[in-house]
């Protein structure tokens, strides 16, 4: 099976900056699609971010656009998620996950590994 392992959440102020990473082992990093989703403190766990097996084509969740972005590096195994201008409602636990197809779903389910989640807290 896959094996996901993420790091890079932490707390910060409001405006500031993280970076997530998670790199991936067990299988073929290159030939499948990555995403992030985040789950807060009583509410659904929400896609954030998607990125193609060629990192060529992202999909972002609206609030995120123009403050997030993600990158991989198939050579490293590894995916990222540069987060700018750190909001209190970002505050979640964020997974990183993995899916058996080069192509961006939003949809948790259609996701067959997942990390096992990295907190990020943004005070006010």
């Known amino acids: 099976q896959v094996q996901l392992v993420e790091s890079g959440g932490g707390l910060v102020q409001a405006g500031g900056s993280l970076r997530l990473s998670c790199a991936a082992s067990?299988?073929?990093?290159?030939?499948?699609?990555m995403g992030w989703f985040r789950q807060a403190p009583g509410k659904e766990r929400e896609f954030v971010v998607g990125?193609?097996?060629?990192?060529?084509?992202?999909d972002y969740l609206d609030s995120v656009k123009g403050r997030f972005t993600i990158s991989r590096d198939n050579a490293k195994n590894t995916v990222y998620l540069r987060m700018n201008h750190l909001k209190p409602e970002d505050t979640a636990v964020y997974y990183c996950?993995?899916?058996?197809?080069?192509?961006?779903?939003?949809?948790?389910?259609?996701?067959?590994?997942w990390g096992q989640g990295t907190p990020v807290t943004v005070s006010s």
């Open positions: 067990g299988r073929t990093f290159s030939s499948a699609a």
């Open positions: 996950a993995i899916r058996g197809s080069r192509w961006i779903s939003p949809h948790s389910s259609e996701y067959d590994s």
């Open positions: 990125i193609t097996w060629s990192g060529i084509t992202t």
